[in-house]
Nanobody
């Protein structure tokens, strides 16, 4: 059974940091492209960051560039998202995704809420 379980969300003040984790099981994590998306009510889910399966190449959405960092630990089947200098507009539900290609994930986690507020 495929499972992606996000953790690390919460409430943080503007300028603060959070580290999200996504623990995965039920599929061959090492060959999957892993990504983080986020969604706010009434808007489409948008790509935050993506990391390749074999050479750790990364891609960031415009809003994340320079502030967020994605990484993966293939031994632990876990992908991380380090978020620094958080802004109120980063408030969203953050989802972990797994895909065999650079397209939309085939598998999704349940999401973790990130709220940036003073």
């Amino acid at each position: 059974q495929v499972q992606l379980v996000e953790s690390g969300g919460g409430v943080v003040q503007p300028g603060g940091s959070l580290r999200l984790s996504c623990a995965s099981s039920g599929f061959t994590f090492q060959i999957y492209v892993m990504s983080w998306y986020r969604q706010v009510p009434g808007k489409e889910r948008e790509l935050v960051a993506r990391i390749s399966s074999n050479d750790d190449r990364t891609k960031y959405g415009d809003s994340a560039e320079g502030r967020f960092s994605i990484s993966r630990d293939n031994a632990e089947n876990t992908v991380y998202l380090q978020m620094n200098n958080l802004k109120p507009e980063d408030t969203a539900v953050y989802f972990c995704g797994a895909a065999l290609t650079l397209g939309l994930p085939a598998y999704w986690g349940q999401g973790t809420q990130v709220t940036v507020s003073s």
